[in-house]
């Protein structure tokens, strides 16, 4: 017979239900972030959510994976992507980058060289 010692006692149980009721909670109170911004200035990248980036975000990833386009009994509208116009986070202002003049090589400007 298969060992169901630990399964059965009352404590183990408890701590299985409060690690997963934890996550659950944790899961709930972490989950979604209030505003959401793209890598500006010293930020790396971050996982963001599908439904952050577009609104009809089902809709563009069911496109892009294929689905329905085989089905011949209604033919599947073409899909308008409606995307979110994310700002960036910076955390220093940059300064403008300053390009220099293209340079120009004149010829006979160094004495004795031919």
């Avoid at 996550?23 to 709930?28: G, T």
């Avoid at 996982?47 to 809709?59: G, K, T």
């Avoid at 994310?86 to 940059?94: G, I």
Wanted: glycine content about 8%; aromatic content about 6%; proline content about 6%.
């Amino acid at each position: 017979m298969t060992d169901t010692r630990n399964k059965s006692q009352r404590g183990d149980y408890d701590l299985e239900q409060s690690v997963n009721f934890g996550q659950a909670d944790y899961r709930v109170k972490h989950g979604c972030p209030i505003a959401t911004y793209l890598p500006g200035n010293g930020l790396i990248g971050q996982q963001v959510s599908r439904v952050n980036l577009a609104n009809n975000s089902c809709d563009i990833e069911s496109m892009l994976r294929g689905i329905g386009s085989c089905n011949m009994v209604t033919k599947q509208a073409a899909v308008v992507p409606d995307l979110r116009d994310l700002k960036p986070l910076n955390l220093y202002e940059s300064q403008a980058t300053q390009i220099p003049e293209p340079l120009v090589v004149h010829k006979h400007q160094r004495p004795q060289w031919q």
